[in-house]
């Protein structure tokens, strides 16, 4: 059993720690706010006042918080992971966050004579509780390796993907798919309601074939429903859009699609709906089209 | 066992026709190339010269041609289907044609004591080979039930959507989906290759979760073996979203995501690729963004 520290117990980082701390392995963790601690504390993990102090005797430091410059934060700071991260220990960032932020803390890590994983996940908070997640790892073979027996207690298909950055860049590709494809996903169900079609109906024959998808399966339902309530919000979304546009524009590549989804989900903030679903982009395109 | 008429015989018609033969129905055939009904007439259909002709003495008439303007021809020209459409009969198109040309042949057919249903069907030729389309139905119920025992020869998911051209609104709805959807694909499987990472492995990982979709899964691995062979053709998906796109103009209805689509499709058979797959796509972006 190993000493891990883990830094953010936000809705998916409390769960996916108490899925180690369910395996046996000791925990301490640092939260911004340290009431979204208590269920970790209750199993028994060591409450620690910042992120220095978490990594200081651990094997595993793992972190999954908000925005890049959280990350920043929290590796870099004062009182920052790196500033105590011992040789031989290994960090694994799960946000999903900026590729070459992702690089500068291997190097950093490297350093100290650690090893670094970016290690961001797709499921959301069911994945997260259940176990199920999707683990996208960028980093040395040999790292993913050693933290693969702890992958396993929180997810279900865990890849390595490359070095260093390379986990991120693949949650950038998931996140490509999901945004350019939810416009797609409105698009057809505001064409249902004009056409007098069954929003319904219309997933249910549409959904099983050639057009079928995760999000019209899953969220299509929701907008049909006029559930816009979040699985996932949309400003997080919006950075994670924001990352990937960032990244393609620093690699030359342009990204109308994405680039197109993005406005709209900057649209969908103007309107208020920033902690909203992704599916609330619906409810954008049809204000733009004269409705409610 | 009734006797039938199809208007069609192309790579989709034939084998729903012989899906229908198969069934025990006698069929009387016409397609503009003769040689495409050989299956068919060698099965035991009646080879006929025009539309007129087939239509005669049958209580279905199926019909599956190209373009709009096809089905207008065949329905509404010399010797087309209308000429000698007996009271009591039902025509089906199952074109992927235009909504308001539905409603006009189904008027037509009502003024000759006739009723109509269109029935555009998604599966490609692979689904009409194995009777496993989905078949999006336009018309009044009591012609749907008629005709249902026969739509269930060809495939598996039959929905009735509402009055004349509900179907094509459906299949409208399919397409807007999936022209989306491939942009997303595409930026994604660009970003994926630009960033040093294997396309196969991020399918493998992305593909999964909520970021999985029907093309992702089935056209993304010919993209990363660079297999730009038709499924479906662009030059018939260029047809089908104008189509989606005249409809979505007359009735006022703005779908920024299909037209960009639209648009990269044009630009696909600007680059010659009008008989490439949907997947072809790739090749445009990859242009646009400096590749070959």
């Not at 720690?17 to 209750?42: F, W």
């Not at 790892?137 to 490359?162: A, C, H, S, W, Y």
């Amino acid at each position: 059993m190993s000493k891990i520290a883990w830094i953010g117990t936000g809705i998916m980082g409390r769960s996916m720690c108490l899925h180690l701390q369910d395996g046996g392995h000791k925990a301490a963790v640092y939260n911004r706010t340290k009431a979204k601690a208590n269920d970790n504390v209750e199993k028994g993990a060591r409450w620690c006042d910042t992120p220095a102090e978490a990594t200081k005797d651990a094997e595993f430091v793992f972190s999954i918080v908000g925005y890049p410059r959280d990350v920043e934060a929290i590796y870099f700071g004062d009182d920052g992971i790196l500033s105590t991260l011992s040789s031989g220990s290994v960090v694994i960032d799960m946000t999903t966050s900026e590729p070459t932020l992702a690089v500068r803390i291997a190097e950093a890590a490297q350093e100290k004579g650690a090893s670094a994983l970016d290690a961001p996940v797709s499921g959301g908070d069911v994945g997260a509780r259940e176990a199920r997640l999707a683990i996208m790892v960028g980093g040395e073979k040999k790292t993913f390796d050693r933290v693969k027996p702890l992958f396993d207690l929180m997810g279900q298909n865990i890849q390595l993907m490359g070095p260093a950055g390379a986990g991120q860049h693949t949650k950038m590709c998931n996140q490509i798919l999901i945004a350019t494809g939810m416009i797609g996903v409105v698009e057809s169900l505001l064409y249902a309601q004009k056409a007098g079609l069954n929003q319904s109906e219309v997933i249910d024959v549409v959904g099983k074939g050639a057009a079928g998808s995760w999000s019209i399966n899953n969220l299509g339902p929701r907008i049909a429903k006029g559930d816009f309530e979040p699985g996932f919000m949309i400003e997080h979304f919006v950075k994670d859009m924001g990352v990937a546009l960032a990244e393609a524009r620093r690699m030359k590549l342009s990204l109308p699609g994405l680039a197109l989804a993005h406005q709209f989900y900057v649209a969908a903030m103007a309107q208020g709906l920033d902690k909203g679903g992704t599916q609330a982009l619906y409810r954008v395109l049809a204000k733009m089209n004269g409705g409610e």
